[in-house]
């Protein structure tokens, strides 16, 4: 008997809530973190809150190590979720939006990095926030947009469930109009 083929045709499921990402349970929560991944406010102001100083630990080992210079724009990076109900945190730093620049390009690796990142780990299901859409002040449909469409297009892992976590009903709207 040959091996069965791989399921080339699997694919995530895509699934939207409205409420607090640090709330989750899953293998992986994905924090819109800052370069410096020393804490902000936001989504990782949250996290850091309510995981502990545990993951701020593990932030400023990969400071003194891998990430001397910070986490650049569009990459990502794993660290422990503390007493979060997940296994991982990832954190990947969304661009700051800019009415000149286009750099959807960036946001778009931010949700694919994070995905080769959790996938890698062996995470099978993924939570994240809308990058860059809060202090970092990209539009919310055109963040939703980049989002939902970057997820769809990363066939070549095997997470079986991403939760986009939105944390008001504009965010919730702004995402389920992408799923059509
Ligand atoms: P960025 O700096 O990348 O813009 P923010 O954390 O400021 O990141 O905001 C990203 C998005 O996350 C915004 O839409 C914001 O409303 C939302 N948000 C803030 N706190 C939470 C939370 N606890 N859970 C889920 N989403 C959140």
């Given at each position: ?82 007493k979060l ?92 109009a992408q799923?059509?």
């Open positions: 008997m040959e091996e069965a083929a791989p399921d080339v045709t699997a694919t995530t499921a895509i699934e939207l809530v409205q409420g607090d990402i640090t709330q989750q349970s899953v293998d992986a929560i994905v924090n819109a973190a800052n370069s410096s991944l020393l804490g902000g406010g936001g989504v990782d102001g949250a996290i850091h809150r309510r995981g502990g100083p545990e993951i701020l630990a593990a932030c400023r080992a990969l400071r003194a190590s891998r990430y001397g210079k910070g986490l650049p724009t569009g990459q990502a990076v794993a660290t422990t979720a503390g109900d997940a296994r991982w945190v990832i954190h990947t730093v969304g661009p700051v939006w800019s009415a000149t620049d286009d750099r959807s390009e960036l946001l778009a690796s931010c949700y694919r990095e994070s995905l080769r990142v959790a996938d890698e780990l062996g995470a099978r299901t993924v939570a994240f926030p809308a990058i860059s859409t809060g202090v970092y002040g990209w539009p919310i449909d055109d963040g939703a947009r980049i989002a939902v469409r970057t997820v769809r297009e990363t066939a070549d892992v095997s997470i079986e469930v991403v939760r986009f976590v939105l944390f008001d009903k504009t965010a919730y709207d702004a995402f389920e799923m059509g």
